[in-house]
């Protein structure tokens, strides 16, 4: 069954397209707000995130609120038929509060007090910093709660993770560990294996999260840190939610970091939204970073299972960041704009609209440049996206519902930082290794769920869930279960080791019986540094039906199999013969586990055979060029495909059946020429 889903809000049907805006920076020149709406209007864009970094225009001294400036700005926005994604400005405090309010500043692991400066620095238990919070968002919400302008309400910006050691959030992190170990402190104690280096807790206050030897501790730190972070949003959100219950509120995510737990956020939000900052041009492709950000996508779409989300930041050229500012080369603005759009984003949102004059940001890629017109490459290509999303409000709440899902978890990237680490070294590359299961799908036009260990599995055909080290509660039974009634699991190497304390399973790994489920006893993980490999061999007439030799990189684990068959066995090092590949028919499902950390080559077979296997359709049913992909998004009557090129020279592809071309209203059919970083969006009667 699918749905279409109502847009972000009612008034706008409509793909929103825009960016950060700070009209702020510009209040000595206001000839230049009227500039900037000319320029909106003629690059498309409809939807301007304002506010973000304001407080000290809208509350310049303590209790003397300025809204002027922004009601003029909100005015010109609906008069010039475009909406505000109105932010809270607790990103960056004002000098006075820090002056005032020194405890609102956070507090080093070594005591001292980080000086005021900077940004997203405040203490997150401050409760003077929450009460101005609440004062202000309350003022705003009071203010433009009937504004036809108001869309969104985007609360401060890039929460993250920050540490603050301040004695209120000691505090607190003491009382949360109180609750999660039940008042038990010898559980604690136990969850930490303490005895070890004589760190056993004798009092809920001996406890501190500045014990980097004690990793169940440095997991829970960040647990609480995410625990914390959302208790701060939704206290912001209070006078919001009060005041314009229609309006959604959001923030912006960085599903790049490792800093907070984005599945445990996005329950607190009414839309997800993420800043992507792809390195394109960078390597000597442009697969990975496709793969990569395609991923990440497809994550925040399947946060609200299937929601349509807010592409709230990206580049028209370069950010301020990266080692070389190499700047978009024509086409790929288009190409990763609609990329967006292609996973399931109902936007099309920049950092930033205009150049400032002065400070960090002031070279970094905005629509409207220092020279100040609609004559620069940038401009033109963010006029030529505004375009393009004006003709997509078909594709407007639209969705799609993978049989596939990818499992990534947050606590499982702690953990990996934390323990697994210790044991192989640099060569626990998580993110490459989801990454390396996903490309196969993504090359083949096959849609991916990116859900983590609380995600429902009964919704998908096949689960794959690559480096796993860490088991969170209640995951490895739904995970048994879900393979007894019939679903197909892959899992990698050095999975199933720890519990969520980070505590290694007794009685050998996978732990948590999913030794039984897969039918193999993993005994020992070899490293390999970058110059090595190891041969890993396909058994003659193996039930994937692949032959030939294949290489791992990395990390091969030297495993048993117990009720396993056999598909492939290393064929070198010391445990050469044994197993490499193994699958077991499990209940009505089957289990296989990779030992190795296999390559591209190997993993594009292995996942093509299965996906026939389960009957899992491709979006297309005509084979896909290399670094081409295809993804769908569907109102159950109308298919609309996403082509995309991300080779740097023109590629053919065979069509399957006959398209309209959505942005030109063409028919398509036969074959296609793709130019370099071309991107097609095709409609089609929906598939049954
Ligand atoms: C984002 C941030 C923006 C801006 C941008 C620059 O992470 O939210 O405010 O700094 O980076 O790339």
């Known amino acids: 069954m699918t749905t279409r889903y109502p847009p972000i809000h009612p008034k706008c049907p409509h793909m929103l397209h825009g960016g950060d805006y700070n009209p702020d920076q510009w209040i000595r020149t206001p000839e230049v707000w009227d500039e900037d709406m000319r320029l909106m209007k003629l690059s498309g864009c409809n939807a301007m995130s ?30 010039h038929n475009a909406y505000a994604v109105l932010a809270t400005p607790s990103g960056s405090k004002p000098a006075w509060m820090s002056r005032t309010y020194p405890e609102i500043r956070r507090v080093n692991a070594d005591g001292s007090r980080q000086p005021h ?11 003077v910093y929450r009460q101005k919070c609440q004062t202000i968002n309350r003022k705003l919400a009071e203010r433009y709660k009937d504004h036809p302008a108001l869309l969104v309400w985007h609360v401060s910006n890039e929460y993250n993770g920050g540490d603050c050691h301040c004695e209120l959030c000691i505090k607190w992190f003491q009382e949360w560990l109180r609750d999660r170990y039940q008042h038990d402190l010898d559980r604690l104690n136990h969850a930490y294996w303490s005895s070890f280096w004589s760190h056993a807790f004798p009092t809920w206050e001996d406890i501190l999260p500045t014990d980097k030897g004690i990793h169940g501790l440095m997991i829970d730190w960040d647990r609480f840190k995410t625990h914390q972070t959302i208790d701060f949003f939704n206290q912001e959100a209070v006078p919001l939610r009060e005041l314009t219950p229609g309006v959604p509120v959001t923030t912006n995510f960085m599903n790049g970091t490792t800093t907070l737990d984005y599945w445990a956020f996005a329950r607190a939000v009414d839309v997800v939204t993420w800043d992507s900052y792809p390195n394109w041009h960078e390597h000597a492709d442009e697969l990975g970073e496709a793969v990569a950000t395609a991923r990440m996508h497809d994550q925040c779409r399947t946060m609200k299972a299937g929601k349509p989300w807010m592409l709230m930041e990206s580049v028209p050229s370069i950010p301020t960041r990266g080692r070389v500012k190499k700047r978009k080369e024509p086409g790929m603005h288009m190409l990763s704009s609609l990329q967006a759009v292609a996973h399931g ?37 963010v006029a030529e996206v505004g375009q393009a999303l004006a003709k997509l409000d078909a594709v407007v709440g639209t969705s799609v ?17 934390e323990g697994a680490r210790v044991y192989l070294g640099e060569n626990t590359k ?10 196969p799908f993504w090359s083949m036009g096959v849609p991916v769920d990116v859900i983590d260990q609380t995600g429902d599995l009964d919704r998908y055909k096949l689960v794959t869930l690559p480096l796993s080290y860490m088991l969170r509660d209640g995951f490895a039974d739904r995970l048994r279960a879900f393979v007894e009634r019939g679903g197909t699991a892959v899992m990698t190497y050095w999975s199933a080791v720890v519990d969520e304390s980070d505590l290694c399973f007794l009685g050998g790994v996978p732990g948590r019986g999913l030794r039984e489920v897969f039918g193999v006893w993993e005994e020992e993980s070899q490293s390999y540094y970058p110059h090595e490999s190891v041969k890993v061999a396909m058994s003659k007439g193996n039930a994937l039906g692949i032959s030939g030799e294949f290489k791992a990189v990395d990390t091969c684990s030297v495993i048993h199999a117990e009720g396993s068959k056999v598909l492939a066995t290393y064929g070198d090092q010391y445990f050469a013969g044994s197993p490499a590949v193994t699958v077991k028919t499990f209940g009505k499902g089957k289990a296989y586990y990779l030992a190795a950390r296999m390559g591209q080559d190997f993993l594009t077979l292995f996942y093509k055979k299965l996906i026939g296997d389960l009957s899992i359709k491709p979006v297309m049913s005509t084979e896909l060029p290399k670094g081409v992909t295809a993804q769908l998004r ?6 609309y495909l996403f082509l995309q090129n991300y080779n740097r020279q023109p590629v053919e592809v065979a069509l399957d059946t006959d398209y309209t071309d959505v942005l030109s209203g063409k028919a398509l059919r036969g074959k296609l020429t793709l130019e370099h970083y071309a991107v097609r969006v095709m409609s089609r009667p929906t598939r049954k």
């Open 430 to 439: 998580y993110r490459q290794d989801c990454d390396s299961h996903y490309r």
């Open 117 to 127: 400066g900077g940004r997203h620095n405040h203490c997150r238990s401050s409760p």
């Open 401 to 417: 519902q993978p049989s596939v899902a990818l499992v990534q978890d947050w606590e499982n990237e702690w953990a990996i930082r």
């Open 634 to 639: 569907t109102d159950g009557k109308t298919d």
């Open 50 to 79: 304002i506010g973000i970094f304001s407080w000290s225009s809208l509350e310049p001294q303590e209790g003397q609120f300025e809204f002027g400036w922004l009601d003029t700005i909100m005015d010109k926005l609906a008069a």
């Open 345 to 381: 984003s109902d936007t099309v949102q920049y950092f930033q609209w205009r150049k400032s004059r002065g400070c960090m940001e002031k070279f970094h890629g905005a629509v409207v440049d220092h020279e100040g017109t609609e004559k620069t490459r940038e401009f033109k290509e």
